[in-house]
Structure formats: C-alpha cells, structure tokens
C-alpha cells in the first residue's frame, strides 16, 4: 500500500519582507511575511500565530510560545532553544539547520512537518500528537517522546541516544536508519517496529536475553 506524502507548507509567491525590529510589539498573527535576523523573544507570551511566512536567522530562545500555531510556516537558521510550546499546532511547517536544544513542545499536535539538520537534543514531544512528520540528519539524544501517538513518521539519520519512547506505540516505526546505543521503551509497545540486526542485538540484551555469540 503506497504510503501518504508529507505535504509541503503552502507559501505564497510574494511576502512582506520584515526585519525583527520591524514586527509590531503586539502581532498576535505574522501572515505572508518573511522575517530576517532578529530576536523575537518580545513576542513571548502571546499566543502567536504564523501563516504563509518564512523566518530566517531568528531567536525565539526560551520564548513562551504556548498554544502557539504554525500554519505553513519554514524557519531557516532559528534559535528554539529551551522555548516552551506546549499544547501548540504546527499544520506544514519545515524547520531547517534550527537549534531546538530544550525545546519543550509537550501535549501539541504536528502534522505534515519536516525537522532537518535540527540539534534538538534535550527536547520533549510528551503527549503529542505526530502524523506525517520527517526527521532528517538530525540529533534528538536525550529527547522525550513519552506516550505520544505517532503516525506515517520518517526518520533518516536520526541520533536518539537515551531517547524516551516510553508508553509510546512503536508498531510501523522504522528505526533502522537511526542510531542509539540506549532507547527508552516500553517492551509491551514495541511490537511490529523496524530495526536492523544490530539494533535487535542491542534490545535483546537490554530486556534480558542471553545471546549466544557463537550461533
């Protein structure tokens, strides 16, 4: 059965170029924008809303972006770091070469979304919901995915060293391309998951199988 596409963010042919500096102390909604090189941090708090934008080389670092909504939004370049996103929607949106170092985006919903060549080690997606959604060359060590519902997901190349999939369905998850010495997960919930030869050695030995090297 042919698998369902990530769909793309939907950009307009032509945005208002902003810089930070630029935005207004209480946008609230950011629509058919391109935002470049500024801290956005002002904006915490708010409940804000994207739509049709672009932000490159911005920092919305330790930002309280809760209940926040990314409707076909890319971020290029952007510092997530240790922000607070919890019970946020993200519907299309990309986020490239962006550093999501403690980011929490715990209880929220991401649909057709693409994290790539991301260092999003420390992050947590607990409770979320995740359909559709690629992770690619990317570091998510130490990362918490604690009871999450997770659907049509793509990983390539994803470190997840220490990781938590605990109390998380891992059926149809394909893990093969990815690369952990130690997961967190639950041994009732990881049935029918993908993972190579040696990552099956791997978890033999940590739920307590004897291997024998000589068979």
């Not at 042919?13 to 058919?32: F, K, M, N, V």
């Amino acid at each position: 059965m042919k698998k369902t596409a990530r769909q793309k963010p939907k950009l307009s042919i032509s945005h208002e170029t902003l810089t930070a500096e630029q935005i207004p102390t209480d946008p609230r909604t950011l629509r058919g924008v391109t935002v470049q090189n500024g801290d956005l941090r002002f904006t915490s708090g708010m409940q804000l809303s994207t739509d049709d934008s672009i932000f490159t080389d911005c920092s919305f670092s330790s930002m309280d972006l809760s209940g926040a909504s990314f409707v076909d939004t890319v971020f290029d370049r952007c510092d997530f770091s240790n922000a607070t996103a919890g019970h946020a929607d993200l519907l299309r949106c990309e986020f490239k070469n962006c550093k999501l170092t403690g980011a929490n985006f715990d209880h929220s919903t991401l649909k057709n979304v693409l994290l790539e060549e991301c260092d999003a080690r420390y992050s947590s997606f607990s409770f979320s919901k995740l359909q559709l959604v690629e992770l690619e060359d990317s570091q998510f060590s130490e990362s918490d995915f604690f009871e999450c519902v997770l659907k049509d997901m793509k990983l390539t190349r994803i470190q997840f060293e220490n990781a938590n999939f605990r109390e998380t369905n891992l059926a149809g998850l394909d893990l093969s391309k990815c690369s952990f010495e130690r997961l967190e997960v639950s041994p009732a919930k990881i049935a029918n998951c993908i993972v190579s030869k040696e990552q099956a050695v791997g978890f033999a030995r940590m739920f307590g199988l004897l291997i024998n090297e000589e068979s």
